[in-house]
């Protein structure tokens, strides 16, 4: 896989012959191993390949959502499309408004990763927590859960929080610390939502150390939902977001 300067392609995975080819875009090196089960349960007529840039998202907790973090995940997106991809599915929240914003560039759908998460928050319940594990990545999820509730009708109270050291301690190989930490920052937050959002794919087995129901709130994450996407694209049902 690639380092933090460059990309790295893997795949395909999946099925063959005349199935769809699809492009999942990543910017965190073990998320592949995260979707690759997802895609043979909820997408396995799609043919996969999985493209990793970590530098994408090194760039924007650095320098924030810079002009030439879009165009270089362009790019990718035209190479995607240049080599028969017939989707795009980018699963990193904190450039999701990049990928927007080169939707009407390309002619194959780009796809965020949270979008179904967002509508099942909206749907759930009016006091809405969002917890990140990096603060690029909070503000691009509030916006989308807005703008969700705003085409729903909905009026949503957002609450937000920074796990602080949990991204650090997933950097620094440690990801049963990376773990414990969002877990006990969702058990504060539990107390005064609705339905907790976490708001990174990467976040997702955090949920699995706690025990069923202990938070007493519905747990929404992203990669499940987010490759659901995909079957339906072409043709297929999709499911809910908090698996």
Do not use: K
Not at 89 to 102: K, M, N
Not at 148 to 165: I, R, Y
């Amino acid at each position: 896989m690639s380092g933090a300067s460059g990309s790295t392609r893997t795949g395909p995975l999946g099925a063959g012959g005349g199935a769809p080819r699809v492009c999942l875009l990543h910017t965190v090196v073990a998320l592949p191993a995260v979707f690759d089960p997802l895609l043979r349960e909820e997408a396995p007529q799609v043919s996969a390949y999985h493209m990793v840039d970590e530098s994408l998202l090194a760039d924007t907790i650095a320098h924030g959502p810079l002009p030439r973090t879009t165009a270089r995940l362009a790019s990718h997106i035209r190479e995607a499309e240049a080599a028969g991809a017939r989707a795009v599915l980018v699963t990193c929240s904190s450039i999701g408004p990049a990928a927007e914003r080169i939707r009407p560039l390309v002619a194959v759908p780009v796809l965020r990763v949270d979008a179904p998460m967002a509508a099942e928050a909206v749907r759930t319940g009016a006091r809405v927590g969002v917890l990140a594990t990096l603060a690029s990545t909070l503000e691009p999820t509030a916006d989308l859960i807005r703008r969700q509730a705003d085409g729903l009708g909905a009026d949503v109270t957002l609450t937000v929080s920074t796990c602080e050291g949990a991204h650090e301690a997933r950097r620094a190989g440690r990801p049963e610390r990376h773990d414990e930490l969002i877990a006990a920052e969702a058990r504060r937050l539990a107390a005064e939502i609705d339905v907790l959002v976490l708001a990174q794919a990467s976040m997702a087995a955090a949920v699995g150390t706690l025990p069923p129901g202990a938070l007493g709130v519905p747990v929404l994450t992203s990669p499940r939902s987010g490759t659901a996407q995909l079957a339906a694209l072409f043709g297929h049902g999709a499911r809910g977001a908090g698996a």
